[in-house]
């Protein structure tokens, strides 16, 4: 049963109700042993911080920030600052120097507490730059601080100041004034385009949509949430808070490389996830069977098939499977599929959201088919995740993001653009008064940059209207689309699609590159790196091929006509992804522009 009150009172009600119970599980930083929290050790230490706050002096809504990966300090930091009516911000871990001086003075951070040695030294780096910025609070107690840093604190000596509860009254007193119209948060957007911008998130925010999707995403108290994504990234802070709300176990997953390994560790029933991950399972899972025996891969693909009919043709319609299905699945699913999903670490597993980009329907419908509910959903950071999502028990259809959620009104304007009104919306970005004006229309509506349409009750998606490519045909293109397509195959990592103002489709590809080495020692096709195995035209030739197979369906103008192999992979570090690992298409455009020409060259007297 959800507990409906506050954001700043939440844990401190869940230790009234759960007590002793396991809250958090967690690894400290370096180490590789689980440990556990309780609801009532939560809750003191997040009054702890409360208190350590209003000793440093913290005045409601003045801004604190978190620059650090995922860890059990970062839930006491969020939830002692709602505590004193502070707005806490997050930052990606991975954010460079220039956009941390630029957040940090955008919205005057005060405090700034950060995760390992390189969130450090970076925040030392730029301290000086950012006039508003008092002290940096280090969560791992091994970073080093710099010699003559007056500025530096950790963690432990930091919580000293709250110890025994000093200041416990004013907490008392600031939690009884706390309102929905209080700013709780401002997420960053990641900045695909441009520079990035903050997205004021309410307390009326939360609240709203905690109601609404307790109403029809089914966590309880029974569960256990392992982390994927990063707080920072709305769908994993908006999710963590349900689960928290619910009073599932949250175990905390510090680094996103370990996923994996944390899961078949830990057991968890339920995780939010991007579709890249899922797309990993799928082509992982299938290159296992590829490799088996023919009597094993019959086998498995018989179990696959009576998964796909009995959980998405049958469940997934609302209809209930013919009792000889319903047999032969129960057996198929205990003797086979259970071990596909015991190797990833859901032996139990309950429901797992997706959402943050397009996913491949043949992927959804594998997720499906061996026994995980996948809940797929569409969101923002503006509309506080959750706009749609799949409804336990009522219909879905493979390639929707599902059914509305309570509370949200959606119109489908121009060009098909999905246009939000409702509770959940935020009210505007920060310091940004020219953009709040076009961001919503005359009747109050928020402008996604979304086009889709709604069908029987569920919303499917088209594109990112500001994404579409033209080509110079005067065809549009939509590259997400395309990429999606192409990352269900197991030799590819990466994929950029190219169209903008050119006569055809083009992509820059980053293969898989441990699989294209095993391809090539297994086809004696000789290499000294990976330059040489994507220079290589056979190589070339297998991927092209493995590409029309699976483009066959795109209409004839969508279809990619020429291909290049990249050696080296897209990064953060390079500009051409964001913190969230998406596509920053003007600097790949920019940093790739002589492979890009060269894949369009003609020579003299030909057409394409």
């Known amino acids: 049963m959800q507990t409906k009150c506050h954001l700043s009172a939440l844990i401190h009600e869940q230790a009234k109700k759960y007590g002793n119970r396991p809250a958090l599980t967690f690894r400290s930083f370096g180490s590789l042993k689980w440990k556990t929290v309780s609801w009532n050790q939560f809750s003191l230490r997040v009054k702890e911080v409360s208190n350590a706050l209003l000793n440093l002096g913290v005045k409601p809504q003045d801004t604190i920030a978190v620059f650090s990966q995922n860890c059990i300090q970062y839930l006491y930091t969020d939830f002692g600052a709602y505590g004193v009516k502070a707005v806490s911000i997050p930052f990606y871990a991975t954010s460079s120097e220039q956009q941390l001086q630029y957040m940090i003075n955008d919205a005057g951070v005060r405090f700034l507490f950060v995760g390992e040695q390189e969130q450090y030294n970076k925040a030392h780096r730029i301290f000086a730059l950012c006039p ?13 601080i710099s010699t003559h840093d007056p500025h530096a604190l950790y963690f432990e000596d930091f919580i000293k100041l709250g110890e025994d509860l000093p200041r ?11 309102s929905d119209d209080d700013t709780c948060n401002i997420l960053y957007t990641s900045g695909t385009t441009g520079e990035s911008k903050g997205i004021i998130l309410t307390y009326g925010q939360y609240h709203a949509a905690m109601e ?19 707080f920072t990234h709305i769908f994993e802070r908006g999710w ?112 797992f959201p997706t959402a943050g980009a397009a996913i491949s329907p043949e992927v959804e419908e594998f997720v499906h088919s061996i026994g995980i509910d996948m809940i797929v959903g569409y969101g923002l950071t503006e509309s506080l995740a959750t706009v749609s999502c799949d409804h336990r028990g009522e219909p879905f259809t493979v390639g929707s993001v599902g059914r509305p959620i309570d509370g949200i009104q959606i119109k489908i304007g121009e060009n098909d653009e999905i246009l939000l009104k409702g509770p959940t919306i935020t009210r505007g970005y920060y310091k940004r ?5 076009t961001a919503f229309d005359a009747d109050g509506f928020f402008h996604t940059g ?89 190589i070339q030739q297998m991927m092209m091929e493995r590409i029309e197979t699976l483009q066959q369906g795109l209409a004839h103008y969508e279809q990619i006509k020429r291909i290049t192999l990249l050696p080296h992979h897209f990064s953060m570090e390079s500009g051409e992804l964001t913190n969230t690992l998406k596509l920053r298409r003007p600097v790949i455009y920019k940093n790739y522009q002589k492979e890009i020409d060269q894949m369009y060259w003609e020579p003299a007297g030909t057409r394409q």
């Open 212 to 230: 609404a999707n307790d109403k029809c995403v089914p966590v309880g108290e029974q569960d256990k949430v392992i982390n994927f994504l990063p």
């Open 240 to 351: 963590a808070y349900l689960a928290l709300t619910e009073g599932a176990q949250m175990i905390i997953n510090t680094y996103p490389t370990e996923i994996q390994q944390s899961m078949r560790e830990t057991h968890p029933t339920c995780m939010s996830a991007v579709p890249r991950f899922w797309e990993k399972v799928y082509t992982a899972v299938k290159d296992k069977i590829d490799r088996s025996n023919t009597v094993q891969q019959k086998l498995f693909h018989h179990a696959l098939e009576v998964g796909r009919r009995h959980n998405v043709e049958c469940l997934g319609r609302g209809k209930r499977p013919p009792l000889a299905l319903a047999l032969e699945y129960k057996v198929l699913n205990k003797s086979i599929l259970s071990l596909v999903r015991k190797q990833i670490g859901l032996e139990h597993p309950n429901i």
């Open 433 to 437: 008064e020219n953009l709040n004006a």
């Open 450 to 538: 979304d086009s889709g349409f709604m069908r029987d009750g569920e919303l499917f998606l088209k594109e990112r209207l500001k994404d579409l490519f033209k080509t110079s045909n005067g065809k549009y293109i939509a590259p997400q689309m395309i990429e999606a397509l192409l990352l269900v195959d197991k030799y590819i990592d990466q994929a950029a699609a190219i169209a903008d103002q050119y006569k055809f489709v083009s992509a820059l590809v980053v293969p898989e590159f441990r699989l294209l080495e095993e391809y090539a020692r297994d086809h004696d096709i000789a290499f000294e790196g990976r330059e040489d195995l994507c220079a290589n035209p056979a």
């Open 168 to 178: 416990q009254p004013e907490v008392e007193k600031l939690l009884g004034q706390a």
């Open 132 to 144: 508003s910025l008092e002290r940096v609070i280090i969560y791992d107690d091994s970073v080093r």
